[in-house]
T-cell receptor, first 119, second 111 residues
Framework: GAVVSQHPSWVICKSGTSVKIECRSL??????MFWYRQFPKQSLMLMAT?????????EQGVEKDKFLINHASLTLSTLTVTSAHPEDSSFYIC???????????????FGEGSRLTVL | DAKTTQPTSMDCAEGRAANLPCNHS???????VYWYRQIHSQGPQYIIH???NNETNEMASLIITEDRKSSTLILPHATLRDTAVYYC????????????FGTGTSLTVIP
């Protein structure tokens, strides 16, 4: 199946700093990518939909100024957690659909996840 | 918001079939049912999806009831590596893209 790669796989940062997480589709193009957050023993929560060449669409309750999303190309989306605090510590996962897949046939391909720990 | 209900946890003996139920009583006519699983600390993995007909692939079978209000994922011969959280997702057709995860079923395969 198609491969989605995230980097870094884990990161530790100090409170108040910003952290950037990259999400790449390695063997397909994606006009849309999705960012999820997962706290321990909880399910994945959709944060935002990243659209290539346009602004991201954020889910209710997600601060767009805190979680900056950039989707500059068909294979790369980035999530920047600005002024990170300990409560932002979580497992961040991106996903993407193949641009060429039909609307009803395409599954989402998920990255391996990036674990953020804010001290 | 998730539109599915799944049991919180299940056990299955190794080598036996694992049958994971999912209730999606409010599913709309053109919404698909997707199944993903997540092994600890990894990204979710696609298993199978379907609309009306039963589906089978190399990983599993998906049985959808005639009224489409529920479905069952079947792992025919469960192995220890199948221990994971299994998510049943109904994909909203109006957006065409977003997947909203429910709480899933934590399946433990017992030796």
């Amino acid at each position: 199946g198609a491969v989605v790669s995230q980097h870094p796989s884990w990161v530790i940062c100090k409170s108040g700093t910003s952290v950037k997480i990259e999400c790449r589709s390695l063997d397909f193009q994606a006009t849309t990518m999705f960012w999820y957050r997962q706290f321990p023993k909880q399910s994945l929560m959709l944060m935002a939909t990243s659209n290539e060449g346009s602004k991201a669409t954020y889910e209710q309750g997600v601060e767009k100024d805190k979680f900056l999303i950039n989707h500059a190309s068909l294979t790369l989306s980035t999530l920047t957690v600005t002024s990170a605090h300990p409560e932002d510590s979580s497992f961040y996962i991106c996903s993407a659909r193949d641009l060429l897949a039909g609307v009803n046939s395409g599954e989402l391909f998920f990255g391996e996840g990036s674990r953020l720990t804010v001290l | 918001d998730a539109k599915t209900t799944q049991p919180t946890s299940m056990d299955c003996a190794e080598g036996r079939a694992a049958n994971l139920p999912c209730n999606h009583s409010t599913i709309s006519g053109n919404e698909y049912v997707y199944w993903y699983r997540q092994i600890h600390s990894q990204g979710p993995q696609y298993i199978i999806h379907g609309l009306k007909n039963n589906e089978t692939n190399e990983m599993a079978s998906l049985i959808i009831t005639e009224d489409r209000k529920s479905s069952t994922l079947i792992l025919p011969h469960a192995t220890l590596r199948d221990t994971a959280v299994y998510y049943c997702i109904v994909r909203p057709s109006n957006t065409g893209n977003q997947f909203y995860f429910g709480t899933g079923t934590s399946l433990t395969v017992i030796p």
